[in-house]
């Protein structure tokens, strides 16, 4: 049975991402409000969902590993691309993973590090896919900052995700996005 007080400590790193903006859009000085990392893990699940669906994958897996990849952020500042640190990214998240584990209920606590490991690695098709709805939702943020402000934010964002689509889906859309990129000053 789950206890109130092991909620509680699971729910306050949740409310973390709703708190926290992405880094991106800081650094890029979009107006507030700007998207948090809870609205982009949101963004990025159903995104998720109907990707693993025309992909015909494991729609519940492909949520929850985007749901858990986002957990890990209330522990670290989320990281952009082109961040000098982002290689050191998964280092970090690797080490603060059993730190975080303090906060998972113990009764999801083992599928959560299974789920975040086949994240990291990104071996399986599901972390893959689950990997491009991130990216999806990122993308498809940048079109709504381009389309309020004076430059193009979407093709300064695209160089970096380009071989990160191996979908048919994924790379359909991500050409789309290319195309659609060229509506913008």
Same mark, same amino acid.
């Given at each position: 049975m789950i206890k109130m007080k092991d909620l509680l400590k699971y729910y306050k790193d949740i409310n973390k991402l709703k708190e926290s903006e992405r880094q991106g859009w800081v650094d890029r000085k979009i107006e507030p409000p700007r998207d948090t990392i809870a609205s982009h893990s949101w963004g990025a699940s159903l995104i998720g969902w109907l990707m693993a669906k025309k992909e015909g994958q494991d729609e519940e897996k492909i949520i929850k590993l985007l749901l858990m990849h986002d957990l890990i952020m209330a522990h670290i500042d989320d990281f952009v691309p082109d961040d000098e640190n982002y290689t050191s990214k998964r280092d970090i998240e690797n080490g603060l993973s059993e730190k975080l584990l303090g906060n998972i209920p113990k009764e999801i606590r083992e599928e959560f590090m299974k789920l975040f490991l086949e994240y990291q690695k990104e071996e399986t098709k599901e972390s893959k896919l689950a990997r491009e709805c991130?990216?999806?939702?990122?993308? #498809?943020?940048?079109?709504?900052y381009s389309e309020k402000k004076e430059r193009n934010i979407l093709k300064e964002f695209l160089p970096f995700y380009k071989k990160k689509f191996t979908s048919k889906t994924g790379k359909k859309l991500f050409a789309e996005l290319e195309e659609y990129?060229?509506? #913008?000053?």
């Open positions: 991130d990216k999806l939702d990122t993308l #498809f943020q940048t079109v709504i990129s060229e509506n #913008f000053a």
